[in-house]
């Protein structure tokens, strides 16, 4: 029967990842999957969750099941450490789920079932897997303008005309914090008109929120996601655990279903977990616990927190040189937008062509709408990339 398979397409992201492992260059340069790297090129274990680890070995006496949501403990502190006091506890359905993506992969199945004619509005660009994701369900996308081509900040004018398309029952997805691809991100006054929008069309907001921690801190990063959560009737949150704790192969990350009265939360709450029974029944757990391990314990979670605010600042700092190092060499400020975008992706605005280049004649890998992994460089490479960049003609 299964040679009626065709061949799907594959990732691009993943693909890349390939490629790279691939070239024998012993001067290439990764800047493909968003995994974040220190110096040295390692994806480090971070110091509160190697700590987590060893106490965990040592207490644990049973790898028995949890609960089909998970352990309500995981869901207490990732609500708390996402919405904070935004919106009352009792009023958000928790479900853990593999990864931050399992829990985008779960909230569209959830919307699929409340409304199947839903529309998913989806920023262009976004995420490739939300389109992938998407379309395998069979969903409807409507693209919504978002990065301006010129200044590669936010289209806000086009965003912002596309959103008002929307209606209720129709869902727009939104990047919490960090937008990835592009790292072009709104600011404050601009994600009240957003809401606004929302409020207007009743559309549902679904916020995907992957690098709390990784712009502007842990708070400043959650305060769209909070206040929108608090400013409309329902709102779909998938958040993910794998970066800002270092955890990406332990898929740890949770949907919640934020509603404005305990019994929706009640019914919303068993729709998680039964759709969490028909895809994968319980969530796995390692990571969930861990986590939980640290945000409730105080010297874990100030250890986690001073790691992550390093990785954050190293971030910022490669950013910074990359700007100044292209201003020198260019003798202009057009790269000015690589200081100004943040989280670990910035789309630099070049052509598939260039970025070709760049992987064959420097070794230089980045996805192919010129997406960079901020993180993938060094201080030592940042010179190599700022000057590829101009060497190629960008
Ligand atoms: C990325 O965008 O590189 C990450 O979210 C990893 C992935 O799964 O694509």
């Known amino acids: 029967m299964f040679e009626t398979l065709k061949a799907q397409p594959a990732d691009n992201i993943l693909a890349l990842m390939q490629m790279y492992k691939d070239d024998p260059r012993e001067t290439k340069i990764d800047l493909g999957v968003g995994v974040y790297k220190d110096a040295t090129g390692l994806t480090p274990i971070m110091r509160a969750v190697k700590s987590a680890e060893h106490q965990l070995w040592e207490a644990q006496n ?65 995420w490739p897997n939300h389109l992938s994701m998407l379309k395998y369900l069979g ?12 200044t ?7 965003m912002t005309a596309d959103l008002k398309t929307a209606q209720k029952g129709d ?10 691809p592009t790292g072009a991100n709104l ?7 957003v809401i606004k929008i929302l409020q207007d069309s009743g559309a549902t907001p679904m916020i995907d929120i992957a690098y709390q921690g990784f712009g502007d801190g842990l708070d400043a990063d959650a305060a769209a996601t909070r206040k929108v959560a608090a400013s409309v009737p329902e709102c779909l949150i998938a958040a993910s655990c794998s970066k800002n704790f270092g955890i990406y192969r332990e898929r740890t990350g949770m949907l ?5 009265d305990a019994s929706a939360q009640k019914l919303n709450q068993g729709t998680l977990a039964y759709l969490n029974r028909q895809n994968f029944s319980f969530p796995p757990d390692h990571g969930a616990r861990l986590v939980t391990m640290i945000l409730n314990d105080d010297a874990l979670r100030a250890d986690w927190m001073a790691e992550l605010e390093d990785i954050r ?21 057009r790269f000015g937008f690589l200081a100004e975008h943040r989280g670990m992706f910035s789309r630099l605005g070049t052509t598939p062509d260039m ?4 992987r064959d004649d420097h070794g230089i890998y980045m996805v192919g709408d010129s997406r960079m992994n901020i993180a993938g460089l060094n201080a030592q490479t940042v010179p190599i990339l700022a000057k590829a960049i101009i060497d190629v003609g960008i």
């Open 171 to 180: 869902v727009i997805l939104l990047h919490g914090c960090c937008h990835n």
């Open 187 to 193: 600011n404050a006054t601009q994600w009240d008109a």
């Open 256 to 260: 919640m279903a934020v509603s404005s």
């Open 62 to 126: 049973s790898k028995s099941y949890t609960g089909l949501a998970g352990d309500p403990d995981f869901g207490d502190a990732l609500v708390k450490l996402v919405l904070g006091d935004a919106v009352r506890r009792a009023n958000v359905a928790a479900a853990a789920t593999p990864g931050g993506t399992g829990a985008v992969r779960q909230a569209f199945e959830l919307i699929q079932m409340a409304r199947p004619d839903a529309r998913v509005f989806v920023s262009d660009p976004t």
């Open 152 to 158: 590669r900040g936010v289209d806000f004018d086009g």
């Open 313 to 333: 600042n190293a971030m910022l700092g490669l950013r910074s040189q990359l700007a100044s190092e292209l201003q020198r060499l260019s003798g202009s400020d």
């Open 139 to 150: 969903m409807t996308i409507v693209p919504y303008r978002y990065f301006d081509e010129d």
């Open 355 to 358: 970025v070709a280049k760049l």
